[in-house]
């Protein structure tokens, strides 16, 4: 026999069932075994049988044979004889070039094997197979390795590494699928090209497009490369399977803000092929109780986060702060989200504190550049959702003018984004909807109230229910201000301060109706407006004094809330003082044992400031 021609094969990690030839010898390893014979592995992947008949001797798993390939059938199996090896064999690797596609080719090859190269983002156990949610430049898929039903598939595979696989493309439940024959991770070297490779092309294809903003402002152009920037961050986390959590304030200002980013985040999870399980995994959006990021909120966050991560092997979410977040009370959270390295991001329009910034991703705020809190949330929420999915442009056209006068918002910008909708929406029509919001967000506690907000937004295609709907919460919530103005006027007290300003004060824990709308707050708002009316032309300024907050509305007196609430917390020794809000309109803690030297010293301050 001519040794040179006795040759036995060793097939690469990239050869497959098409590489093999009927007639030639083969390494392979033993897999395990069955009454019919033995299964052994040609490579990582490719599998095959040796019959009983064809075993010539025991063997243990793991064990390395030599095989003669004496058939493939149709079907792909392989027909395979153990043969004993003579004196003067070559062993020769079979290097096999493999081509390595994208995901968003997936839908061309259903029914063929494929080979790739991706991002583990997600790893999910059923009670059958384990589910690997992959993402790559292109886009992201779902892969099924079973090994036994409930047992974990390749377990050696973590969140976040890079893999090559191979499996057959199949289609699901109307759902592209790959049916995994082989995986493992990358090398280190391998994972960084294949990593920078993905982030490099995600990178630039979640760059949003630079469209026009829906109204000329100097303030938002001077805004847009932030903006920009927050919504490539928002739309990069979609396309990598990257959970994101909309944090927002609870009243009107807040909601339009977080639904329109919430519509257009929905729109491209469902533009990328995403069903509602993959809306539930990655977005969620959560009121807040207070205008900043509080440490129940964060907690609770977290908490979400990790059972998600646990249970469903998520990736750890991004956060979204919408009108709120800019300023130092937002601190004590950002460092707990640090702990875990949530990437934040902030969207907002209440005066900013640079100390918060080295905590945060992006930070979009109209004070940066040199605006003011007239430029809404609302404003720059439904902006920022025009660059992340600009299909949704139509739906939420009106929500910056219903955010415009929802927030009393006296901007120029005001004005033309009620021009914008004029055709379809009044002012009053935008008041009533403002209106209509916070009084069902204050029934809705801190839930988030999606199908119901939608309809008093009117972008659920039901116009008729959304006009029902909003007449009947405006009558509620008129008849509860009424009422609480009716109990609360004849408490009012009125004083001017040294500046020549009003000061109107009322105790709104004792002189109006409690756990009812409107809350304190507004209950304070509602009774300036109407002092403002009576008072046209003077400075006037409102509290709204509980046992332990003070709520501060102004018009004429040029204040600055965060500044006086830092100054009290430095010279009130025990005065537990924190706060926050807006330069004129804001609220104040502080611990009741300290309320008369607390609002004694606020109101000295208020009487400093010049006035307009």
């Given amino acids: 026999m001519d040794n040179s021609k006795n040759i036995v094969y060793r097939l690469g990690s990239g050869c497959e069932l098409d590489d093999i030839v009927v007639g030639n010898t083969y390494e392979v390893k033993v897999q395990g075994f069955a009454k019919f014979g033995t299964f052994v592995y040609l490579n990582n992947h490719v599998k095959g049988l040796i019959h009983i008949s064809n075993v010539k001797s025991d063997h243990k ?75 790559d430049e ?21 969140l976040g590494d890079m893999v090559s696989l191979s499996g057959e493309v199949m289609m699901r439940n109307g759902q592209l699928q790959i049916e995994v024959s082989y995986m493992e991770a990358l090398t280190d070297e391998e994972k960084e090209q294949v990593k920078e490779r993905i ?57 339009v803000a977080a639904v329109s980013v919430e519509k257009a985040i929905i729109g491209l999870i469902r533009a990328e092929g995403g069903d509602q399980d993959t809306e539930n995994h990655l977005f969620k959006r959560a009121p807040s109780k207070a205008p900043f990021y509080e440490i129940e909120d964060v907690t609770r966050d977290l908490d979400f986060a990790l059972r998600d991560n646990v249970r469903f092997g998520q990736k750890m979410p991004l956060i979204l702060m919408m009108d709120n977040g800019s300023t130092e009370e937002d601190e004590p959270s950002y460092k707990v989200a640090k702990v875990y390295d949530l990437p934040i991001v902030v969207v907002d329009h209440h005066h900013p ?5 080295k905590y945060l991703e992006a930070h979009v705020n109209p004070y940066h550049v040199d605006g003011d809190f007239g430029v809404t949330a609302g404003m720059l929420g439904a902006e920022l959702a025009r660059m992340i999915y600009p299909d949704i442009e139509d739906e939420i056209k009106h929500f910056p003018a219903v955010a415009a006068v929802g927030d009393r918002s006296e901007a120029p910008e005001r004005e033309k984004y009620l021009s914008l909708i004029s055709d379809k929406y009044s002012e009053d029509d935008c008041k009533d909807i403002a209106l209509a919001l916070d009084y069902e967000q204050f029934w809705l506690r801190f839930n988030d109230g999606k199908e119901i907000v939608k309809d008093i937004l009117n972008v659920n295609n039901n116009p008729d229910r959304h006009k029902n709907l909003v007449n009947l919460l405006v009558q509620e919530a008129n008849s509860a201000i009424d009422e609480q103005l009716k109990t609360s006027l004849p408490h009012v007290k009125d004083s001017v301060l040294k500046n020549g300003s009003h000061l109107f004060t009322i105790d709104v824990e004792i002189f109006a109706h409690r756990f009812t709308f409107p809350p304190p707050g507004k209950t304070s708002g509602e009774i300036h407006d109407l002092l403002c009316r009576k008072n046209e ?24 809330i965060p500044q006086m609430v830092r100054e009290l917390r430095d010279e009130i020794e025990g005065g537990g003082v924190n706060g926050g809000g807006h330069l004129v309109v804001g609220s104040i803690k502080f611990v009741e044992g300290m309320r008369d030297i607390v609002i004694k010293s606020l109101v ?8 307009e």
């Fill in 199 to 255: 982030v490099k092309a995600t990178e630039e294809r979640a760059r949003p497009k630079d469209i026009p903003f829906l109204i000329e402002s100097e303030v938002l152009q001077k805004l847009k490369p932030e903006m920009q920037k927050v919504a490539q961050i928002l739309r990069k986390a979609i396309f990598t399977n990257q959970p994101v959590i909309l944090r927002h304030h609870a009243d009107a200002d807040g909601i």
């Fill in 604 to 611: 000295e301050k208020i009487g400093n400031f010049t006035t």
């Fill in 537 to 560: 032309g003077k400075p006037v300024v409102t509290l709204g004094i509980g046992p332990d907050f003070a709520v501060i509305r102004s018009r004429g007196v040029l204040m600055n």
């Fill in 353 to 357: 504190d640079e100390s918060i910034d």
């Fill in 61 to 135: 798993e793991g064990e390395t044979l030599y095989v003669h390939v004496n058939n493939i059938r149709d079907n792909g199996n392989i027909d395979l004889e153990e043969v004993a090896l003579k004196e003067g064999y070559e062993i020769k690797t079979v290097q096999c070039q493999k081509i390595s596609i994208r995901l968003s080719d997936l839908k061309n090859k259903v029914g063929r094997n494929v080979n790739l190269q991706a991002e583990v983002a997600q790893i999910k156990q059923t009670s059958g197979p384990t589910i690997f949610t992959l993402v």
């Fill in 138 to 158: 292109t886009g992201s898929e779902n892969a099924a390795a079973f090994i036994e039903a409930g047992k974990r598939a390749y377990p050696e595979v973590e």
